[in-house]
């Protein structure tokens, strides 16, 4: 089991920068294949970045802008988000599923956060 809680949402002007942080408890951090997701208002949750050890991925949309990164001695992942556009305003979602790979598909992850609001204003 483990319990996820992020933080670092807020209101940021098109081409600002964020810092999501997601912290884990519970079980070992390093078992552990770490994503980010995203939903906005009646859109469906997607697949934003995810990293397993030194693998990471992203999704195109936001390739170049954003920025996955983990601190395993504070068991956290960041997710920094560069050149914000007001299309990456969203509920931005930790997750996190015991894999030995980089994991992109929600549904195959186990454990979610809360979310946290990212508004991105033109």
């Known amino acids: 089991q483990v319990q996820l809680v992020e933080s670092g949402g807020g209101l940021v002007q098109a081409g600002g920068s964020l810092r999501l942080s997601c912290v884990a408890s519970?079980?070992?951090?390093?078992?552990?294949?770490m994503g980010w997701f995203r939903q906005a208002p009646g859109k469906e949750r997607e697949f934003v970045g995810a990293t397993r050890s030194w693998r990471v991925g992203y999704a195109d949309s936001v390739k170049g802008r954003f920025t996955i990164s983990r601190d395993s001695v504070k068991n956290t992942v960041y997710l920094q988000m560069n050149s914000l556009k007001p299309e990456d305003t969203a509920v931005y979602y930790c997750?996190?599923?015991?894999?030995?790979?980089?994991?992109?598909?929600?549904?195959?992850?186990?454990?979610w956060g809360q979310g946290t609001q990212v508004t991105v204003s033109s």
């Open positions: 519970g079980r070992s951090f390093s078992d552990y294949a």
């Open positions: 997750a996190a599923v015991v894999s030995a790979r980089v994991v992109s598909t929600a549904g195959e992850y186990d454990y």
